[in-house]
């Protein structure tokens, strides 16, 4: 499975961002898919999940409300969908897939992992 970020950038508190992640190879649709992000100095936080097949989805708290995260139809892209953006956002983004029939929020639990794209929210 791989896994592609992109669609990070530059933006003002208050402003919006879409990430995608491109997901490709074998059996890569049951593939259960998760948003981490890694601000500067700290651990990879889990942001937010997709199950593969039932298409449930999971938050943290501190997004909640304000970021989506959808897969599309044919499985291949997962966005995240960010509104409402704090600098306490600022971030590199990555996606990552595990085999899993549930989300895990554990960063070691997931096998592939795409590269980072950097989110910037300026105050």
């Known amino acids: 499975v791989q896994l592609q970020a992109s669609g990070g950038g530059l933006v003002q508190a208050g402003g919006s961002l879409r990430l995608s992640c491109s997901v490709s190879g074998r059996a890569a649709t049951t593939y259960a898919i998760a948003w981490f992000r890694r601000a500067p100095g700290k651990e990879h936080e889990f942001v937010a999940g997709v199950a593969g097949s039932s298409g449930t989805t999971t938050y943290t708290d501190t997004v909640m409300g304000r970021f989506t995260i959808v897969r599309d139809n044919a499985k291949t892209t997962v966005y995240l969908q960010m509104i409402n953006l704090k600098p306490e956002d600022t971030a590199v983004y990555s996606c990552?897939?595990?085999?899993?029939?549930?989300?895990?929020?554990?960063?070691?639990?997931?096998?592939?992992w795409g590269q980072g794209t950097l989110v910037t929210v300026s105050s």
């Open positions: 990552a897939a595990v085999q899993y029939p549930y989300i895990p929020r554990r960063p070691h639990e997931y096998t592939y």
